[in-house]
């Protein structure tokens, strides 16, 4: 099984960006597919964004696509969550998630497609 560790969250401004990483351990990484979620104060965890195993395919939820990236280094086992624009709305604790299932992107939108998930970074956009 897979161990997951995020980093990056932090205090930003309205219109900011700020770059999530996702390090994996434990396993081979490029054997799962990765998620990002996220959860905002006082309400349920929500899909982010999601990317297969090589980093050929990717999803995005409608409240950040276009505004959000989600990429991979297979060679560093690392998932990254680049976020540009941001807004108070996106506000959350952000996690990133594995799952080993063989599955279209499109099927990993849900919270219960993911084995494996990491303790969480916060981001807080406010001015």
């Known amino acids: 099984q897979v161990q997951l560790v995020e980093s990056g969250g932090g205090l930003v401004q309205p219109g900011g960006s700020l770059m999530l990483s996702c390090v994996g351990s434990?396993?081979?990484?490029?054997?799962?597919?990765m998620g990002w979620f996220r959860q905002p104060p006082g309400k349920e965890r929500e899909f982010v964004a999601t990317?297969?195993?090589?980093?050929?395919?990717?999803e995005y939820s409608g409240s950040v696509k276009r505004r959000f990236t989600i990429s991979r280094d297979n060679a560093k086992s690392t998932v990254y969550l680049q976020m540009n624009s941001l807004k108070p709305e996106d506000t959350a604790v952000y996690y990133c998630?594995?799952?080993?299932?063989?599955?279209?992107?499109?099927?990993?939108?849900?919270?219960?497609?993911?084995?494996?998930w990491g303790q969480g970074t916060q981001v807080t956009v406010s001015s």
């Open positions: 998630a594995a799952t080993p299932a063989l599955a279209s992107v499109s099927g990993l939108r849900k919270v219960e497609s993911y084995d494996y």
């Open positions: 434990g396993d081979t990484f490029s054997d799962y597919s």
């Open positions: 990317i297969s195993r090589v980093g050929r395919k990717t």
